[in-house]
Antibody, heavy 119, light 110 residues
Framework: EVQLVQSGGGLVQPGGSLRLSCAAS????????MTWVRQAPGTGLEWVAH????????IYVDSVKGRFTISRDNAKNSMSLQMNSLRVEDTAVYYC????????????WGQGTLVTVSS | QTVVTQEPSFSVSPGGTVTLTCGLS?????????PSWYQQTPGQAPRALIY???IRSSGVPDRFSGSIVGSKAALTITGAQADDESDYYC??????????FGGGTKLTVL
């Protein structure tokens, strides 16, 4: 069974940092792109970042470029999102998701973790 | 910047048919945008419904179907059921590895 289990998140002040993790199981992690998607309170989904199977390609939405870093450790079947210089507008539930390239879809999702940026 | 548009809300009667659409603020949508659809109920992670315009994800009932209608991607629910009441999101591939979600449609079944 494919599982994505997230950890991290919490309350942080503006300008602070936080690291989210996503532990994968039930599939060959190293053969899939992985993604972070977020959802601000009461709003829709926003694609945040994408990382290639081997970590050699990383793509970000403009609003987080230079502040967020997506990474992965294929030996540990895990992915992370390092979030620096956090802003109030980064407050959201963050989801990790597996991207299935053949179908071009986000087919499995983590449970989500809340990040609150507030003073 | 191109915005992905969806109806904010829609209502359908139980057993009825409803078509939700997904478009672009400028230009026409085609299969090259690889439209996919996701269902989300409150407090839950999204669930993949449709990908590559019209392919149902594993385990999705056949009352859900996808298509291109005119210049928009469409999600049609035929024979709506009470538990179809959810938020529905489309997402489009914009090239260069960038994906953009629509604002979502809140579907009410009543």
């Amino acid at each position: 069974e494919v599982q994505l289990v997230q950890s991290g998140g919490g309350l942080v002040q503006p300008g602070g940092s936080l690291r989210l993790s996503c532990a994968a199981s039930g599939f060959t992690f190293s053969t899939y792109w992985m993604t972070w998607v977020r959802q601000a309170p009461g709003t829709g989904l926003e694609w945040v970042a994408h990382i290639k199977e081997d970590g050699s390609q990383k793509i970000y939405v403009d609003s987080v470029k230079g502040r967020f870093t997506i990474s992965r450790d294929n030996a540990k079947n895990s992915m992370s999102l390092q979030m620096n210089s956090l802003r109030v507008e980064d407050t959201a539930v963050y989801y990790c998701a597996r991207w299935e390239r053949a179908g071009e879809l986000f087919d499995y999702w983590g449970q989500g973790t809340l990040v609150t940026v507030s003073s | 910047q191109t915005v992905v548009t969806q109806e904010p809300s829609f209502s359908v009667s139980p057993g009825g048919t409803v078509t939700l659409t997904c478009g672009l603020s400028s230009g026409s949508l085609s299969t090259n945008y690889h439209p996919s659809w996701y269902q989300q109920t409150p407090g839950q992670a999204p669930r993949a419904l449709i990908y590559s315009t019209n392919i149902r994800s594993s385990g999705v009932p056949d009352r859900f179907s996808g298509s291109i209608v005119g210049s928009k991607a469409a999600l049609t629910i035929t024979g709506a059921q009470a538990d179809d009441e959810s938020d529905y999101y489309c997402v489009l591939y914009m090239g260069s590895g960038i994906w953009v979600f629509g604002g979502g449609t809140k579907l009410t079944v009543l």
